[in-house]
């Protein structure tokens, strides 16, 4: 039988051996712990785990995800939400295989993005990290990893579909929503399971790391664009941390209808505000604090680039610096002032 040898079916051979799988377990006796101290639970309600989540050691699988390993010493790139539990152990599995012990090495405070690592005696296979900027509507992509937890992997193909796209999500249906902004759109399968895998160039090159889905949707899947996780590996390799800059509002942008339901001269910009009752509005000892921003403040421009739906607070310090001064055009009442601030790290 002849056998296809294009372009697509080599870059599959290439990447593959450095995409993982990545499992989370946790000592049956601390879930035991959990259950009881949950105050409402149904009547009647027991604690029972299934015997094939229980391996020899008492620890229990509680979730994972995929992952890519991005150079020879082990480090491995995934999403943020495939390891966000505390009190767990972290085991990595490559295609070949073989299983690792795992150790967190930082989380995204703000992205998606979480790194681990693993120690080998043998030489690990790693992918080459593209440039997210560089890529074009209409271009092919490939989606790998590991479908639902069971089918691993597993690749698809599409076309990058948008660009810059924003979307509400959440990992667990347990946790609050996530606002995650700048996304790849791609029409390649990705399904739970694919969360942390890589979304490569027809050539290779990782471009994005698979991290959401629309439920109820067909071929509409989003990525994290792989240069917010070069920046990570780069705060990693100089700081030993993640560093992100902090300003310290909590806001709600504005536009034509938020204008005249809330009776205000202007249709753009952050007004500064409680999302809960309970919420502050701006953060004690912050950046904004230090410069006297207050509730009710209307941030119009942010070094003097209008602030509006396609271009939030949150899309400014993607790609600000702790430490940078930053000009704000503030409107309070009927006054316009300025204000300069210092971004410090957010915690």
Do not use: C
């Not at 590996?233 to 909590?250: A, E, H, W």
């Not at 701006?282 to 209307?298: G, H, M, Q, T």
């Not at 993607?318 to 309070?332: F, H």
């Amino acid at each position: 039988m002849r056998r296809e040898n294009s372009r697509i079916v080599k870059t599959v051979r290439n990447v593959m051996p450095a995409v993982v799988s990545i499992a989370l377990t946790k000592p049956l006796d601390e879930l035991k712990k959990e259950f009881d101290g949950i105050k409402r639970k149904p009547k009647n309600a027991r604690f029972s785990i299934p015997a094939e989540k229980i391996d020899a050691r008492g620890m229990v699988d509680v979730g994972g995800g995929s992952g890519f390993i991005v150079d020879k010493s082990g480090i491995i790139l995934t999403n943020r939400h495939v390891i966000d539990e505390d009190g767990v152990e972290y085991s990595v599995t490559t295609s070949d295989g073989r299983k690792f012990s795992a150790k967190l090495l930082a989380r995204d405070p703000v992205d998606d993005v979480a790194i681990l690592k693993i120690e080998s005696e043998k030489k690990l296979p790693y992918v080459d990290l593209g440039d997210s900027s560089d890529i074009e509507l209409g271009q092919r992509a490939l989606a790998f990893g590991n479908a639902l937890g069971i089918f691993k992997d597993t690749v698809s193909m599409g076309i990058i579909s948008g660009l810059s796209r924003a979307v509400s999500a959440h990992g667990d249906p347990k946790a609050p929503m996530q606002e995650m902004r700048g996304l790849i759109q791609t029409d390649a399968a990705i399904n739970p399971g694919n969360s942390g895998g890589p979304l490569v160039t027809i050539y290779g090159d990782v471009i994005g790391i698979n991290a959401a889905i629309v439920s109820g949707a067909e071929n509409i899947s989003f990525a994290i664009p792989i240069n917010s996780a070069k920046r990570d590996l780069n705060d990693l390799k100089k700081y030993g941390r993640i560093r992100r800059p902090l300003l310290g509002v909590r806001y709600l942008i504005l536009n034509e209808d938020f204008k005249e339901k809330m009776n205000l001269s202007v249709s753009y910009g952050a007004l500064i505000t409680k999302e809960h009752p309970m919420d502050i509005a701006v953060v004690e000892a912050s950046p904004a604090a230090d410069a006297d921003l207050r509730e009710n403040d209307i941030i119009l421009s942010w070094n003097n680039e209008d602030v509006v739906s396609n271009k939030s607070i949150q899309d400014f310090l993607e790609n600000s610096n702790v430490g940078d001064v930053i000009k704000l055009s503030v409107l309070r009442g009927e006054k316009m002032l300025d204000k300069e601030v210092t971004l410090t790290e957010r915690n």
